[in-house]
T-cell receptor, first 114, second 111 residues
Framework: EPEVTQTPSHQVTQMGQEVILRCVPI?????FYWYRQILGQKVEFLVS????????KSEIFDDQFSVERPDGSNFTLKIRSTKLEDSAMYFC????????????FGQGTRLTVV | QKEVEQDPGPLSVPEGAIVSLNCTYS??????FMWYRQYSRKGPELLMY????GNKEDGRFTAQVDKSSKYISLFIRDSQPSDSATYLC???????????FGAGTRLAVHP
């Protein structure tokens, strides 16, 4: 069964460093999303991406964040200068283009900022 | 008022019980409703997907949407210890919009 793949599964980084979280969405999916979940809290939307551009972003997704689809298969989330409060699970999701379709999530990258 | 409200539990039931999980919401524009299951430190796994009002059944799972009351439910019949997880409701107003999640209800099914 096709699945969304995320790497790495766990990333530890020092405050102020840049991190890139990587996702391989399900092939033939057209819509891509990043969500995050701080430990013990609800899953929160960060950004959606369609047709090579951001279609929607949340207040959390400030200038420190960026997304890119560098080739036909990868979808990345970059955090330029990490803060302690960026520590969370980051989930990538993808969705086909049809009207009545659901989003499939990856297993997540646990980001720990120290 | 929160956009999506979900009792975090925990909910503890014996094996074989019928489990009822619920969410309420305030935004009448929501049309697409989902239930995800999440095991500890894993990604959400889609269980049920419903458009607008009505019921949907898949095996031991039944999802109900009552848009007039802004209330959605997930029923699990013949619950198993392997059903022990956190159950997240999620919803959106349009098919490709962001999902708004509830806080999740932690369920424990004991043998």
């Amino acid at each position: 069964e096709p699945e969304v793949t995320q790497t790495p599964s766990h990333q530890v980084t020092q405050m102020g460093q840049e991190v890139i979280l990587r996702c391989v969405p399900i092939s033939n999916h057209l819509y891509f999303y990043w969500y995050r979940q701080i430990l013990g809290q609800k899953v929160e939307f960060l950004v959606s991406f369609y047709n090579n551009e951001i279609s929607e972003k949340s207040e959390i997704f400030d200038d420190q964040f960026s997304v890119e689809r560098p080739d036909g298969s990868n979808f990345t989330l970059k955090i330029r200068s990490t803060k302690l409060e960026d520590s969370a699970m980051y989930f990538c999701a993808s969705k086909w283009g049809g009207q009545d379709t659901e989003a499939f999530f990856g297993q997540g990258t646990r980001l720990t900022v120290v | 008022q929160k956009e999506v409200e979900q009792d975090p539990g925990p909910l503890s039931v014996p094996e074989g019980a019928i489990v009822s999980l619920n969410c309420t919401y305030s935004n009448s524009a929501f049309q697409y409703f989902m239930w995800y299951r999440q095991y500890s430190r894993k990604g959400p796994e889609l269980l049920m997907y419903t458009y607008s009002s009505g019921n949907k059944e898949d095996g031991r799972f039944t999802a109900q949407v009552d848009k007039s009351s802004k209330y959605i439910s997930l029923f699990i019949r013949d619950s198993q210890p392997s059903d022990s997880a956190t159950y997240l409701c999620a919803m959106s107003p349009r098919p490709h919009n962001k999902l708004i999640f509830g806080a999740g209800t932690r369920l424990a099914v004991h043998p």
